[in-house]
Nanobody, 124 residues
Framework: QVLPVESGGGVVQTGGSLRLACAAS????????MAWFRQPPGNEREFVAA????????YYADSAKGRFAISRDKDRNTVYLQMSSLKPEDTAVYFC?????????????????WGQGTQVTVSS
């Protein structure tokens, strides 16, 4: 069983940047599609970004396009989410997800393993 462990969250001002990391515990991510989701306060969990098993294809929610970048380092068995130009509406708990996606990268049901989440707070 592959357990994702997130890190890198924190408090940042509007316009700032953060890099989240997701490391594998108990296995390797290399056979799986990886994604980031987030859950803003009082709202449902939503898709942010995904990267294919090869790392060659990436997918983003409209809210993340042009500001966030997902990448994976197979040697380090880690996935990253580089976030720039952060806005208060990016405030959320960010979750790393692992799975063999069949149909839709943005659907959380496609992912089998989830991390505990890391809090990102963007102050205005």
């Amino acid at each position: 069983q592959v357990l994702p462990v997130e890190s890198g969250g924190g408090v940042v001002q509007t316009g700032g940047s953060l890099r989240l990391a997701c490391a594998a515990s108990g296995g390797t991510f290399n056979r799986y599609t990886m994604a980031w989701f987030r859950q803003p306060p009082g709202n449902e969990r939503e898709f942010v970004a995904a990267v294919s098993r090869s790392g060659e294809s990436t997918y983003y929610a409209d809210s993340a396009k042009g500001r966030f970048a997902i990448s994976r380092d197979k040697d380090r068995n880690t996935v990253y989410l580089q976030m720039s130009s952060l806005k208060p509406e990016d405030t959320a708990v960010y979750f790393c997800a692992v799975g063999n996606v069949r149909f839709d990268y943005s659907e959380d049901v496609e992912y089998d393993f989830w991390g505990q989440g890391t809090q990102v707070t963007v102050s205005s």
